[in-house]
């Protein structure tokens, strides 16, 4: 008889009082990740439960706690909210409660082909902004990769991206918010090795001091991988990788994707981000989102040109219990009432009858 895996004892409960668990979306070596639902509002939200069997270990409870911590203090509209934090009524399990987005991770955008340069560039300035925030509060990533970018599906726009995963992040205690509440700061041993192997920065693999340049190495890797559909270093081992990232220069774009046809501007900004030396690579990620709007303003410049002039149509908020109505409101481009032109005709009828009497 096959084994039968048991079902997961919290989809379909309400935990806390307010979490209506639908589904486990996601795992990882230290918990999982469900989609539920806030009650009484009915948003959903991403929980992140952290599993009973690290309870007791200090190092993983405080890397969680810290994560939270992190999130409570990133603002910026490009990084995944925190909406709650706490112990799950029952378990004691730890959870923390973020936005939910819907549209998947850019890994799996990636996987169904590379992206068109523009579109490319247009993620990673959306990652670098987030970067950009977290930098300046003195955090720093430590593991960003392709699954760790989220997509939104917000109407109307191209890609929006999320930065999701702060449980490995780097703290640099001299740069912090002194009102904020004190965090974590020693959550690994010194030169321990923490990342993913395909986008480790050298400094990282070997367990060298890491700064925001450190994050803007692998965001060289995303960029690299979005633009060619594969990554510039392989090897069948993680010792091996390693190894790359340290020895190994990356193919030129033009020599990975010759069919690309890559701009030279591209091509030069991403192979800087891959510098093996942190020095070599774009100071800040403010630098490289100012070079990036240079890239975009002439491959892809804004259009000038004025919209039609039409009517608006917006989607109506719901109220609690109210019936269904999907019938849009619209509303029409402001001009002169119907008062107006009625004035206007009986004026003019009045001139001709005035002329004609004459």
């Given at each position: 008889?096959?084994?039968?895996?048991?079902?997961?004892?919290l989809?379909?409960?309400?935990?806390?009082?307010?979490?209506?668990?639908?589904?486990?979306?996601?795992?990882?070596?230290?918990?999982?990740?469900?989609?539920?639902?806030?009650?009484?509002?009915?948003?959903?939200?991403?929980?992140?439960?952290?599993?009973?069997?690290?309870?007791?270990?200090?190092?993983?409870?405080?890397?969680?706690?810290?994560?939270?911590?992190?999130?409570?203090?990133?603002?910026?509209?490009?990084?995944?909210?925190?909406?709650?934090?706490?112990?799950?009524?029952?378990?004691?399990?730890?959870?923390?409660?973020?936005?939910?987005?819907?549209?998947?991770?850019?890994?799996?955008?990636?996987?169904?082909?590379?992206?068109?340069?523009?579109?490319a560039?247009r993620?990673?300035?959306?990652v670098?902004?987030?970067?950009?925030?977290?930098?300046?509060?003195?955090?720093?990533?430590?593991d960003?990769?392709?699954?760790?970018?989220?997509?939104?599906?917000?109407?109307?726009?191209?890609?929006?991206?999320?930065?999701?995963?702060?449980?490995?992040?780097?703290?640099?205690?001299?740069?912090?918010?002194?009102?904020?509440?004190?965090?974590?700061?020693?959550?690994?041993?010194?030169?321990?090795?923490?990342?993913?192997?395909?986008y480790?920065?050298?400094?990282?693999?070997f367990?060298?001091?890491?700064?925001?340049?450190?994050?803007?190495?692998?965001?060289?890797?995303?960029?690299?991988e979005?633009?060619?559909?594969?990554?510039?270093?392989?090897?069948?081992?993680?010792?091996?990788?390693?190894?790359?990232?340290?020895?190994t220069?990356?193919?030129?774009?033009?020599?990975?994707?010759?069919?690309?046809?890559?701009?030279?501007?591209?091509?030069?900004?991403?192979?800087?981000?891959?510098?093996?030396?942190?020095?070599?690579?774009?100071?800040?990620?403010?630098?490289v989102?100012?070079?990036?709007?240079?890239?975009?303003?002439?491959?892809?410049?804004?259009?000038?040109?004025?919209?039609?002039?039409?009517?608006?149509?917006?989607?109506?908020?719901?109220?609690v219990?109210?019936?269904?109505?999907?019938?849009?409101?619209?509303?029409?481009?402001?001009?002169?009432?119907?008062?107006?032109?009625?004035?206007?005709?009986?004026?003019?009828?009045?001139?001709?009858?005035?002329?004609?009497?004459?």
């Amino acid at each position: 008889m096959d084994d039968v895996l048991p079902a997961d004892p919290l989809i379909g409960k309400v935990v806390n009082g307010r979490y209506e668990v639908l589904a486990r979306i996601g795992e990882g070596g230290m918990g999982w990740v469900y989609k539920a639902r806030q009650e009484p509002i009915g948003r959903m939200v991403a929980l992140k439960v952290l599993l009973g069997e690290f309870a007791d270990d200090e190092s993983i409870v405080k890397r969680f706690l810290n994560e939270a911590r992190i999130i409570s203090q990133l603002k910026h509209p490009n990084t995944v909210s925190l909406i709650d934090f706490g112990h799950l009524d029952g378990s004691g399990q730890l959870f923390i409660a973020m936005e939910f987005l819907g549209g998947g991770q850019l890994r799996d955008l990636i996987e169904r082909g590379r992206l068109e340069p523009v579109s490319a560039l247009r993620v990673a300035r959306q990652v670098c902004q987030s970067l950009a925030e977290a930098h300046a509060k003195g955090i720093y990533h430590r593991d960003l990769k392709p699954e760790n970018v989220l997509l939104d599906d917000v109407k109307g726009e191209q890609i929006v991206v999320r930065v999701v995963d702060f449980g490995i992040a780097k703290l640099n205690p001299a740069m912090l918010d002194p009102d904020a509440a004190p965090l974590a700061i020693q959550l690994t041993t010194p030169g321990a090795r923490l990342g993913t192997p395909a986008y480790i920065p050298p400094e990282q693999a070997f367990g060298k001091a890491v700064d925001g340049r450190t994050d803007l190495y692998a965001l060289g890797v995303i960029l690299y991988e979005m633009l060619t559909g594969h990554l510039p270093f392989k090897s069948d081992s993680d010792q091996g990788l390693y190894l790359e990232h340290l020895h190994t220069p990356p193919r030129p774009i033009r020599e990975a994707a010759p069919d690309l046809d890559a701009d030279a501007e591209i091509e030069a900004l991403t192979l800087q981000l891959l510098e093996k030396k942190p020095e070599d690579r774009p100071a800040d990620a403010d630098t490289v989102i100012r070079r990036i709007d240079q890239i975009l303003a002439r491959l892809a410049p804004p259009s000038s040109a004025p919209g039609p002039v039409g009517p608006v149509t917006l989607e109506r908020a719901r109220l609690v219990d109210e019936p269904a109505d999907d019938t849009p409101i619209v509303m029409q481009q402001s001009g002169p009432p119907a008062w107006f032109w009625a004035v206007v005709a009986a004026g003019i009828l009045g001139i001709v009858a005035y002329a004609l009497l004459r």
